[in-house]
């Protein structure tokens, strides 16, 4: 069976997926689009031979797609996830599930009245192979229980559109979600702290910043948020265990020597840094849509991040410890 796609918002990371489906993944195809610009819409859908749709709504009501994906901005997410949901329908849903905990709330209640899961959140890091080793060395055991765990998160630079608190909920929010799922344990407070600013970057940011959590039974996690680098995309993570380390490895294909020195490449994005994670995600939620079946993260991991990035957003204005507040999970996420 080939899944019949939906693809809402065929942006750049809209644009990206149809080319992973159309060309390195299995059993699925994307036969209709739909985008606020409906020029660009068109445009894309000619270009894969798809049909155009005047508004998501259609879209997502076509009895010609089977399952849909979601690449807008945040903020336009909620409606059209639920949407999925009424319609049956299962739904991969880019991060963030949506900007607010309050949001995220109203897709699980909608979901908890379908009475099955069938949202999946795009937190492609879970994906990733080295992440996934990591993990797997925690649970075997063999380095004792996780302490602690630092990590990074660098990009070149931001575009102007980057405002005060994406810091916290549409960058920090891949380590949040990553750690949660790394450690199996939910975030119970956060705190900012605020080094000296970087000359390379826009007024109304605090760049970079670490962000401190602390997860049920006192893991303590950094993540260094630095957004105007300039000298690449350096995704950076050490676990700190009772009997050792285990952290991510260079991401260098080769290392060149020369009598300047030793040298590797720098990636730049995150299309080029996690690129083999995003086909793993794609491909398992194809895969698995075409039997019916929810893969990957849950509602529940999409509501989870938006509470600590909710804490996070608070303790970047307000000084000191901020407790990070959640329901208690609904047993259809359990």
Request: charged letters at 25%; one cysteine or more; proline letters at 3%.
């Amino acid at each position: 069976m080939t899944v019949r796609i939906g693809m809402i918002g065929p942006g750049g990371m809209g644009r990206a997926h149809i080319d992973r489906i159309h060309s390195v993944i299995a059993g699925g195809r994307v036969v209709a689009v739909s985008d606020i610009n409906a020029d660009n819409a068109q445009a894309v859908a000619d270009s894969i031979g798809a049909k155009a749709f005047a508004t998501s709504e259609e879209l997502i009501e076509s009895p010609d797609v089977d399952a849909v994906m979601i690449c807008t901005l945040g903020p336009a997410h909620e409606a059209d996830v639920i949407a999925c949901i009424e319609a049956g329908k299962l739904v991969f849903c880019e991060k963030p599930l949506a900007p607010t905990a309050s949001a995220c709330l109203n897709i699980m209640a909608a979901e908890q009245k379908a009475g099955r899961k069938l949202v999946t959140v795009g937190f492609m890091r879970r994906f990733d192979a080295s992440y996934r080793e990591m993990k797997k060395t925690l649970d075997d055991g063999e380095i004792g229980e996780a302490l602690m765990v630092h990590c990074a998160h660098r990009n070149p630079t931001v575009p102007d559109s980057y405002t005060w608190d994406m810091a916290i909920n549409d960058t920090a929010i891949h380590e949040i979600d990553t750690m949660r799922w790394l450690l199996g344990e939910e975030f119970v407070s956060a705190r900012v702290d605020k080094p000296k600013k970087t000359s390379k970057q826009f007024g109304q940011l605090q760049d970079p910043l670490v962000l401190v959590l602390s997860t049920t039974s006192g893991v303590r996690v950094d993540d260094e948020v630095f957004v105007n680098c300039q000298y690449g995309y350096d995704i950076r993570c050490e676990l700190v265990a009772e009997l050792g380390t285990v952290s991510l490895g260079d991401q260098e294909k080769v290392v060149r020597a020369d009598v300047t020195g030793r040298h590797n490449h720098i990636v730049r994005d995150h299309n080029e840094r996690f690129g083999a994670a995003f086909v793993t995600e794609v491909q398992e939620w194809i895969t698995a849509a075409a039997h019916g079946q929810h893969s990957g993260s849950t509602s529940w991991d999409g509501y989870a991040a938006a509470c600590v990035c909710d804490a996070g957003v608070k303790a970047l204005t307000d000084d000191g410890v901020v407790p990070v507040e959640m329901i208690d999970k609904p047993a259809l996420y359990s």
